[in-house]
Each structure stands twice: as C-alpha cells, then as structure tokens.
C-alpha cells in the first residue's frame, strides 16, 4: 500500500546558497529513528516536502545516499510551499514524503562507464546527489566529466565544493557562467558551448544531462556531432505533482507518469513522448 | 453463484432490514438537501421508508462517490502556537462502517473494477471498497446515450456487483455475486429462483449483441503519435469549453487534487476530485504549462480514457453511461470522438 502519510523531519541547517537569496539548502532530520533507517534512496530520485497548512511540493533529493543520517534540499522559493518553507528557522517541524521516482542508473546503465554530468542552473541539485554517489564508489566508473554553469559566479551552488571537486584529479571540472563578472577567472560561456568545447567522447559513455529546456535543446547538437547517440543520454523531466505515487494523473505526459516511470528517462524515451512536460 | 428470488415487497424489506445494521443509500431522483452530515451528492439515505424507484439509464449520480468521496481526509495536524505536537500530522480514522449502494447500474458497476486498477496501492480506495456492497439492477431498457455494450460491458451484465437483481414478470430474480452480498441475504427468508427463470436469464444475456467492441479494440494497438496528430483535435478543441462537467459525472474519471485546509488552527490534507479540463491541472510553479491551450487538454480527456489508460493497465476507462453524452453543453459525444479516432490512418 502507497502512504500519504509524510515521515516527521525537523530542520537542521538552512544555508543560503546564492547571491539572490532565493535558493536555500535545507538540512533535515528524521525525528523518528526506525524512519531514518527505513529511508533508502538512489540519486535522482525526489521527494513530497511537506508542510502542515500549506500542502506539498516535489524537490529533487540533493543529498546522496552515502551522506547518512540527514538529507538535503535545495529549494527555489516560487511558489505557495516553497515561499512558506523559505520563512521556516532551524528547529522546525516539518514532514518528508518519498523516495519517489525511478533516479539514475548508477548502479546499471552508469556501471562502468564514463560518466558525463552536464547541469544548468538549480537543476545541479540531483546531479550533486549523484556525483557524490559516484565519487564514494570511484573505481565502479571510467572517467567522470561535470559540466555545470549559472547565470553568475554567485548564482553558483554548493560552491565550497566545486572548490574541494576541483582539488581532485579524478574528475575533469568545468565551471562556467554566463558573461564576465569581476572576480571570476573560470571560464565563460553558455553550457552549450562548454560542453562543445569539452567534446566528451561517447565510447563506453553516459550523460545526465539537467537544466533548463533550452540548455538541453542547444547542448544536444555538439554532442551529436562528435557521435553521442539518445540512449546515451539520460535527462530529468518535471510536471505538476500531486501525489507523487502514480494515482492523481497530474504529472501524465501523454501515457507515461512522470513520477512513476520518471523523473529519470532516456532521450530516446522522451522523443516517444507527446510534448506535454 | 446463489440465485433468489425475491418480490418487491421483499425488496423493501429487505432495504429496511439493511438500514437497521448499514448506511444504505439509493438514488435520489430530486435534489437533496444540501450539506446533510455523511451525504454522498446524488443519492440519499435510505432509512426505513420509502419504496425504490429507479430511472431508466444510469443514476443521476454515480457510485465513485462512494469509494473516492470528495473531500477525503489524508491526515490531520494541529497548527496551535506551543502545542508540543504543532504541525506533526496524523492519520485519520477510516470509518469502518458498511455501506449499502442499492440501485447500481451494470455500467456503474464496472467503473468501480476499471477504477480499481490504478488506485490498487490506495489505502482509502481500498478501505472504501472493503466496507461498500453494491446492489445492482440490470437494465431492461437502455436510453439512446448508453452504450456499455460498445465499452465490453451489458446491459444485463453483473459484474462488481455484490447482489445483482434482474426483473422476472412478477419480481426480480437475485444472482449473489460475493461474500459481501451472500451477508447481505444470510438471514433472510427468501426462496431459491426457478430453474426457467434463470435459463430466461441466460437466454436474454446471450440475445444480448456485443456491438462493435471488438472494432474499438483495435485502437488500443493504434501508434499513439497518429492518434495524438490527428486533426480531429482542433476542431474538438475549439467547442469544447473545458467545464470539466464530463469529468465529475463520469463514474471513471479519477484523478484528484491534494490541499491543506486550515480551520481555527485545526488543520488536515485533504484530496477531492479534479479536473484535466482545468487549466490549472498542469500548470508548473514557474508559469509554464505543458498543456495550456484547450484543445491540448481536451485531447488529453479523450486519449486518457481511449488510449493512455488501456495502454497502462488494458480495458479502456470507460463504461458506456452516456452521462458525459448527456450532459455535455456543447454535445460533445465521445461515441462520435471513437468514430473519428478508428477512423484516423
């Protein structure tokens, strides 16, 4: 049986992450402890966060499942849940409803391969969860390239560890933003570009690609010119939520449940789809 | 499978009977009083009195009411300042208490089997079903908006029906279709049906021509991005005006909406019926609606029932009532929206 019922979490930490305030990392914690046990994630999977009084939104889980005893969020305020979740403090009440979706292959389609993350924007937030996951069981992949770019150098998330990644020879780090910005020696350019300039290879290769519809729209060319094929390519999909468990029908894309068979799929699966997302 | 026979003035003591134990409610042919406590919209309570009368065709309202009432309870929480449990929430109590539909179509019937196979994980749907017995009455006469023979279903068909009651000359004859409905008759004097009255039964059932069901399976294996272009759509698109009254009459339209509602710090979550009529549906926090015009959200209804259903779980999601038929403002009917989709190359 599917449970509507959320698992109580009081929040632990809120770190502000950009330069605009609108995006904060929330640390939760289970305050029962066979639900911190029961809880078992794969990266790329989301989550219904719950508020008493003003209902529940779907969030990426940002945290990985290696980094036991707490999860993470990262939270855009948009809307009527998010605003709310924004005035919250540390110490407060909250609930968690999920693991929900299907999350990305890693321990299937992803094993062995070299591994390509491309991210825009706040999308960073699952592909973070997934590097982490990745990193913690390292010689289980080839080579590992990130690609992550933002609108400016403080629109940037989880920087103090895109600092500690860089530090690491075992991923290849490409950080970039949109136009020049004093202060910033990286490199600049639209992701798009980057990941042309980059040009990974497809052999033995995946990529997750997440970002907005039009990063995705303008990084797919560059990677085909150089041979990258749409089963190689795994994107995130999101549509309205409500129940998160493949009963309401709100997130439908013609057939197909994006939070049922989702949010995880190929790029050859999402051109079958009408487009509806 | 028992079958009794039973005359109507046993059926009204019978009714009477079960409303000593049981809610039992039967059609309401007029409009009820609003806001009666444990009402179900459509149809009233049978308590003691009053002989059953049934309409020809579907009831006015159908049975979905009662396995996915609106609004249903989730949880519930307190929102009180320095309360100790401020904002942990609480599952309700589900009501235990059996339910007695009396007056069940056939088509009615099958919705609540079709209705079954995605809410099979539901806590409340399934509590719902366990404590709900259906007793149906076949249908002698059909209106020119029903074709449940179309949708696989009969006129004469018993299916999800806990006592199906067919008339005879002189009453009914009564097929006990599950434990549900044998408790129904246990304790009851009523004598077994003739042996002539059932082979009647089978007869007529046999008589019973299964229209062009076959003809509208064949949709089912249609290339879904042929059906989705076709250029049917606009023009259906266009009179549709996304009232969304389709969508509440049908008995197999099931989606819903979640919300919080907070009452003098007293707070629970609840889900009622919604709509993909409504633009609202789909619409994302960001101001981006995958399916923001009408004719993409009318389609989306049709295929829904016609294609992404069957796709997903196999028989179409819907019965043949007619009420949509009926109802429509704009006498949309979905018989013609098959036509034209079997039609689509």
């Avoid at chain 1, 103090?160 to 990644?165: A, G, R, T, V």
């Avoid at chain 2, 009408?294 to 009420?323: A, E, M, W």
């Avoid at chain 2, 018989?335 to 190359?345: F, S, T």
Wanted: some cysteine; overall charge neutral.
């Amino acid at each position: 049986m599917i449970s509507y019922m959320p698992y109580p979490v009081r929040i632990d930490d809120i770190v502000v992450e950009t330069e605009d305030g609108n995006l904060k990392t929330f640390k939760l914690v289970f305050e029962n402890e066979t639900h911190a046990k029961a809880w078992n994630h794969v990266p790329g999977q989301f989550a219904m966060l719950s508020l008493a009084g003003q209902g529940e939104m779907p969030i990426g889980i940002a945290s990985s499942p290696t980094e036991e005893g707490h999860l993470l969020f990262t939270v855009n305020r948009a809307g009527k849940v998010s605003t709310a979740l924004h005035q919250m403090n540390i110490g407060d009440r909250m609930g968690v409803r999920g693991p929900l979706g299907n999350g990305f292959p890693v321990d299937t389609a992803m094993k062995g391969k070299n591994i390509v993350i491309i991210a825009g924007g706040f999308a960073v937030t699952t592909l973070r969860a997934t590097l982490l996951s990745l990193l913690a069981r390292r010689p289980d992949y080839g080579k590992i390239t990130f690609i992550y770019g933002a609108r400016t150098p403080g629109m940037l998330l989880y920087r103090d560890e895109l600092k500690q990644w860089a530090q690491r020879e075992d991923i290849d780090l490409h950080i970039t933003i949109d136009r020049e910005a004093p202060g910033w020696d990286g490199l600049v350019g639209f992701v798009p570009t980057i990941a042309g300039d980059v040009a990974p290879s497809p052999d033995n290769s995946v990529a997750l690609i997440c970002g907005p519809p039009i990063m995705i729209k303008f990084t797919m060319p560059p990677l085909e010119k150089i041979g990258w094929t749409d089963d190689q390519v795994y994107l995130s999909l999101e549509n309205r939520m409500k129940c998160g468990e493949g009963v309401c029908c709100h997130c439908n894309v013609g057939p197909t449940l994006v939070c049922k068979d989702g949010p995880v799929f190929t790029r050859s699966q999402v051109k079958q789809l009408p487009i509806e997302y | 499978m028992k079958v009794l026979k039973v005359t109507p003035a046993e059926l009204d003591a019978m009714m009477q009977q079960w409303s000593k134990a049981h809610r039992v409610y039967a059609p309401a042919l007029v409009k009820q009083p609003a806001a009666s406590p444990n009402c179900a919209p459509g149809w009233r309570r049978v308590d003691g009195s009053g002989a059953l009368t049934l309409s020809t065709g579907p009831t006015p309202a159908s049975v979905k009411t009662f396995f996915f009432p609106q609004p249903e309870t989730l949880l519930t929480y307190t929102l009180e300042n320095n309360h100790p449990d401020k904002g942990l929430m609480r599952e309700p109590e589900k009501s235990k208490e059996m339910q007695v539909v009396v007056g069940v179509r056939p088509c009615d019937a099958r919705s609540v089997l079709l209705n079954n196979l995605p809410y099979q994980e539901d806590p409340f749907f399934q509590a719902n079903r366990r404590r709900t017995a259906l007793v149906g009455f076949t249908c002698d006469q059909s209106l020119s908006t029903c074709f449940c023979t179309q949708m696989g279903g009969s006129p004469l068909g018993s299916e999800g029906l806990d006592l199906a009651f067919s008339r005879t000359q002189d009453g009914f004859i009564v097929e006990v279709g599950s434990a549900k409905g044998e408790a129904l008759v246990t304790g009851l004097d009523l004598a077994p049906a003739d042996e002539s009255e059932i082979t009647a039964l089978a007869a007529r059932r046999q008589k019973e021509v299964k229209a062009s069901s076959t003809e509208l399976d064949t949709l089912k294996g249609r290339e879904l991005g042929k059906l989705y272009d076709a250029p049917l759509w606009q023009p259906l698109g266009e009179s549709c005006i996304n009232c969304g009254a389709c969508t509440f009459i049908c008995p197999t339209c099931y989606c819903f909406d979640i919300q919080d509602e907070v009452v003098r710090g007293q707070g629970r979550r609840i889900r009622y019926w919604d709509s993909c009529m409504f633009p609202l549906y789909s619409l994302h926090t960001s101001g981006h609606n995958p399916r923001g015009q009408k004719v993409q959200r009318t389609r989306n209804r049709f295929l829904h029932k016609l294609k992404y259903f069957p796709d997903r779980f196999g028989p179409f999601s819907c019965v043949g009532c007619g009420r949509c038929v009926q109802d429509c403002p704009v006498n949309i009917d979905i018989r013609e929206v098959m036509n034209d989709l079997l039609a689509v190359e």
